[in-house]
């Protein structure tokens, strides 16, 4: 089975500008939740969504914002980017047998310039 | 409020030693711990994972332990080996429930560092 996929892998962008991350999770998987790793706040929670609809979200002002397609692929967007959006963005899936596990793809690098 | 915690930035053992990596959590709602391992610029990849039936869970190398009582969780790598040195993350979450497989949130990591 191929496991999570993210694209881009980098992007660099721009004070104000907005940006769409993608995300495939594994097939079958109709879980996909999105996470934020910087240095100073470690990995943190951005949203989950199951069956196209969102249904967990952490703490994070309105300018991110997620959607979930039919397929279970996943996009998150984040608007007027800040300097401090940059960071690892990360995707993870969900939906096997062990209904707890979350595998997580290889990451989106942002950089906000 | 960190609910999810990390005492230990980093860890040095010897290769063919035990590493002993430990969480403790603040939280009683959580009742499924999962550790991952790290590295840099990449996604975490999971090792293992224990819910809170249990006491103990082993995969290979690999064993977690975890004190309900205590809120803390262990993960003991016997024999540690070079390729381990990485990022080592606990999390943890609540339950399934059907239609949400839950937030996980994450403790600060610990460094892992096997010398050969």
């Known amino acids: 089975k191929a496991g999570v996929t993210q694209t881009p892998r980098y992007l660099i962008k721009t004070r104000g500008q907005q940006v769409t991350l993608s995300c495939s999770p594994i097939?079958?998987?109709?879980?996909v939740s999105w996470y934020q790793q910087t240095p100073g706040q470690g990995l943190q929670f951005l949203f989950e969504?199951?069956?196209?609809?969102?249904?967990n979200k952490g703490n994070f002002p309105g300018r991110f914002s997620g959607r979930q397609f039919s397929n279970s692929r996943s996009e998150m967007n984040v608007s007027t980017l800040e300097l401090g959006d940059s960071a690892l963005y990360l995707c993870?899936?969900?939906?096997?047998?062990?209904?707890?596990?979350?595998?997580f793809g290889p990451g989106t690098r942002l950089t906000v310039l | 409020d960190q609910q999810v915690k990390q005492n230990s930035p980093s860890l040095s053992v010897q290769e063919g030693r035990i590493s002993i990596l430990n969480c403790d959590y603040t939280?009683?709602?959580?009742?499924?711990f999962l550790w991952y391992k790290k590295y840099p610029a990449e996604g975490p990849t999971f090792l293992i994972s224990?819910?809170?039936?249990?006491d103990k869970n082993e995969d290979g190398r690999f064993t977690v332990f975890l004190n309900k009582s205590a809120k803390h969780l262990s993960l003991h790598i016997v024999p540690s080996q070079p390729g381990d040195s990485a990022v080592y993350f606990c999390?943890?979450?609540?339950?399934?429930?059907?239609?949400?497989?839950?937030?996980?949130?994450f403790g600060q990591g610990t460094i892992l560092t096997v010398h050969p």
């Open positions: 993870a899936s969900a939906g096997g047998l062990a209904a707890n596990e979350q595998f």
């Open positions: 097939s079958g998987h109709r879980s």
């Open positions: 969504y199951f069956s196209e609809t969102q249904r």
């Open positions: 939280n009683s709602m959580f009742d499924y």
């Open positions: 224990i819910s809170s039936i249990k």
């Open positions: 999390a943890a979450s609540a339950q399934y429930s059907g239609t949400s497989y839950g937030k996980l949130t």
